[in-house]
């Protein structure tokens, strides 16, 4: 029933299925080629109906996104107030899916095109399910259909049981299976087995789907021009051929061998396998060798990627010993050409590459450095942690020392080390390289690696460090800074403490008292040497900023903290006396220093005088009562 307007009064007309049908069939076209309406309400005549001269770039409806979770995109469908929402296709179909067929052929292309536009993977199941359950009808229009759908696997990618059933279609249907569709199908075949989880020949689907490929393969790579001898630099290797590649790899992991050489065969009668391996090619029965030969063609015409992707199955397996040094080599060419304008993937594939290729022989230092270089400019962290984690594990270090990452490139590995609690062990192992390292650090992360180092507690490569860097020209630069010195004084003071205590502890404890744990002069010469270093740090802050009559405010405020932290209250207050000679403003900084001294020897005193600061008018902040306290 429908509402039909007169004059005088409503009438309700009821709705016959033939004018229901035409409606519903009139909506559905009118929503989906609907031009978008600017914000001024003018047609953007954007979309040409012609499909002859389609565009992606215009398309109506491709506001859809892979993003769209599938539950909201098949549940709930509302009306779409524009043509250009996401919901328009999914709505059309749930309210009348019968009617899908008598769409106009236009409107099909249009909704694929879009599809692949946005790599919406669901609307694509969607119109491969409907395409081939009205096949009989759609006839053409399907197999259009279905060649735009896989004709951007970059984009859009099909998992194996969907495009099995679009190569049965198209083995039903074989007159519209064209030269350019099988090239697209074999090309998505191939990026179907790279990108999904690899599953062995005995599932069904995936050896059906290899019966049905293998001869589109075959008949494809005999039509392939031939590759210029010698290559020119225009030229680049067929997608076509990468895919074959691809498949040739596949079918070596499975153990079918025959097909796997037959398609390199056929490549290289194509010339698009180089001169120098084709007689290796053809000599050869074993799956190593043929591997080695895809990898040097791969190398040959730069697709790095794909070379470490055929790599993958020679790392995977144990190799035999006549190939070892063929593999070693192959191995090393493919790191090289990675780091060569290296990007994010190939630097990710050169993390793995890395610490793959190691049990087969160390790999070069350089390539190790290059790789931390790079992948630290790029900031890619992850590949970086992996690979410097690797490089201290038991059985790596025992074979081969690799180094860390380089100093000037450090800090980004430590800060984010730092924020991830499950690696904090590497953390103090990368400090500790820095220290055993008998190198200087770069003057500008100098200060930043051994506050660093002080600031966790690894006091052994912090002294290590700091000594290393307290001699020389550049020495104001670490002896000088005051967070520095701060953090350092903090650390090893508190260590003295400790060791003092432990004497205390053992004069005082029956039980221990007689017992050899430790020498006692060895204990007392470790106290000692920590008090020593601990005042050799103030003295060399004193010593470079000297004279300190004319030092900043900041030097005296904290040399006077340092001071009150190891205790000794009247350097301490005899470095605020400076100030106040000089007849500067003490700061709520300076209030807190002092007050953190006088609390150490008189806390009662300490905490009188917040009640006569009180009575002033002066209301102390956290920090001074938590000095306080």
Known sequence: MFLCRVPSRAIRLPLTSALQAYRSFSTTHRILYSEPITPFGRRTGAFNHNPGTISVGTLPIISWTSSESQHKLLTGY??????????????????????????????????????????????????????????VQLKTT??????????????????????????????????????????????????????????????????????????????????????????????ALPP????????????????????????LLRLSKANMIPVHVRRRLHDTESFTEMRLVMIATAL??????????????????????????SVVAACMEILRTLLEHPNDLSLRSCSYMIRRAHPLGAIPVKYITDFYRAAIARNLGEAVQLVYAWSREPEVMHACHYPPPPPELAVFLLN???????????????????????QILPRSHRVAIITTAADKGYAMAARRMWERHADGEDKEVVVGNGALMMKMVSLFYD???????????????????????LNDNVMVQRATDLENFTNRIIDEYIAAHSP??????????????AYMVVG?????????????????????TDVNVALSGLAEQHPSMAAGILKRMRTRSIYPDETMLGTIL
């Open 78 to 135: 509302k009306r779409p107030d524009t043509p250009v929402k996401c919901e328009a296709y999914p709505w059309i179909r749930e309210r009348n899916k019968r009617q899908l067929a008598k769409l106009p052929k236009e409107t099909w292309l249009s909704v694929a095109h879009s599809a692949v536009l946005t790599g919406n993977e669901t609307i694509a199941n969607l119109l491969v399910d409907d395409v081939i359950h009205h096949g």
């Open 142 to 235: 399907a197999a259009s259909v279905l060649s735009i759908l896989i004709s951007a696997p970059e984009k859009l990618l099909f998992s194996s049981p969907t495009l099995l059933r679009i190569a049965v279609f198209f083995r039903t249907y074989e007159q519209f299976f064209t030269d350019v569709t099988q090239v697209r199908m074999a090309i998505h075949y191939a990026a179907t087995l790279t990108r999904h989880s690899p599953v062995g020949p005995s599932n069904s689907r995936v050896r059906r789907l290899r019966l049905y490929m293998l001869p589109v393969f075959r008949y494809q790579l005999n039509k392939l021009p031939h590759a210029p001898e010698p290559p020119t630099a225009q030229y």
């Open 240 to 263: 076509l051929a990468q895919a074959a590649m691809v498949v040739a790899t596949s079918c070596l992991r499975w153990g079918l061998d025959e097909p796997g050489k037959d398609i």
């Open 300 to 325: 040959h015409w730069n697709l790095r990627l794909l070379a470490v992707y055929i790599a993958r199955d020679i790392l995977s397996r144990n190799v035999p010993a006549a190939s070892l040094d």
């Open 416 to 438: 984010r080390l730092e924020r991830h609690n499950a690696q904090a062990y590497l953390h103090r192992t990368l400090i500790q390289d820095f220290a055993d390292e008998d």
């Open 495 to 517: 260590l003295t403490n400790r060791a003092k205590h432990v004497l205390d502890y053992r004069y005082k404890d029956p039980i221990l008292r007689n017992k050899a744990l």
């Open 548 to 561: 300190l009559s004319e030092a900043h405010h900041y030097v005296l405020t904290t040399l006077a903290r």
């Open 568 to 588: 000794r209250f009247v350097d301490g207050f005899g470095a605020l006396r400076q100030l106040v000679d000089r007849q500067e403003v003490l700061d709520m």
